[in-house]
């Protein structure tokens, strides 16, 4: 039985999205800092709530795509 192309990009994207959050989550993981305020961090994932900036998050996803800017 075939896929109807929809359902077969909707599968292809459902992945690559997938893939995205586990990369995100990956290297969310590897901040050990135990910092408290923004200049005590070294690791350098402290932006408001210790959360990532948007740019990083880009440079995330563009290597797991295999991607250079």
Do not use: H
């Amino acid at each position: 039985m075939e896929q109807d192309p929809a359902s077969e990009w909707q599968s292809g994207y459902d992945a690559g999205i997938e893939a995205a959050i586990n990369a995100l989550e990956a290297d969310a993981m590897k901040c050990d800092c135990f910092a408290f305020e923004e200049d005590e961090c070294g690791c350098g994932a402290w932006w408001d709530y210790k959360t990532i900036k948007s740019e990083r998050a880009v440079e995330i996803v563009r290597a797991l795509k295999g991607e250079t800017k």
